[in-house]
């Protein structure tokens, strides 16, 4: 047991397949039967604990910004083993989800569940209902979200922060820049490399 214990504590696998099953229960009593107070490992960031070292290794490469798990196939890197696998169907032309309603396919189930909440209104999924709360004091369009509000109000001012790095060329919007860049200079580039001044 304190082997067992140990090794949830400390992040590390048992050798032995029926002490991976007490892993499992072991981590289950910790995270719902125990009080978050008493959970070991504590971020000195966000104050969030965890009970397993496992989850605050991962919660703390979110933020130094490590991503050690890389996409062979596009070069891409997620900060948890989780975030690459669902990234991973995207390369693929699987779609294992289908609608029973429609016969739609979908590559994620809970995209599917989005789908049949919305459209046939059926499934256990409750969607939140979206307020279109940011307002622009110019026109008056409502968005649900202060990024779309602020990419908007560009559209206004006549502002351009996003520049090509090669050409200086200027836009309004991220996506611009990145389209420009593939479609100009033939070069793929991912959002958080487009400069902002």
């Known amino acids: 047991m304190a082997v067992r214990k140990a090794c949830l504590e ?21 995270v719902v039967h125990t009080d978050p107070q008493h959970w ?5 960031i966000c104050y969030k604990r ?14 130094t910004g490590d991503k050690k798990f890389e996409c062979h196939l596009c070069d891409k890197k997620f900060t948890d083993k989780c975030a690459l696998q669902r990234h991973m169907r995207t390369h693929s032309n699987v779609r294992e989800f289908k609608c029973p309603e429609c016969a739609k396919e979908y590559k994620e189930k809970r995209v599917m569940q989005i789908h ?9 999924l409750k969607l939140p209902s979206k307020e279109r709360k940011y307002i622009c004091h110019i026109c008056q369009k409502a968005y649900y979200a202060k990024s779309m509000l602020t990419r908007h109000s560009y559209t206004h001012s006549g502002e351009k922060p996003f520049f090509c790095t090669i050409c200086d060329k200027k836009y309004n919007d991220k996506s611009y820049v990145k389209q420009h860049m593939k479609k100009t200079h033939n070069i793929n580039v991912f959002k958080e490399n487009i400069t902002c001044f």
């Open 50 to 63: 965890f009970p397993i070292k496992g989850n605050y290794d991962c919660h703390m490469r979110r933020h």
């Open 10 to 30: 400390n992040g590390t696998v048992p050798h032995n397949p029926g002490q991976m099953v007490t892993l499992f229960m072991l981590s289950h009593k910790l």
């Open 40 to 44: 070991k490992f504590f971020c000195q």
């Open 116 to 124: 049949m909440a919305k459209v046939h209104r059926v499934g256990e």
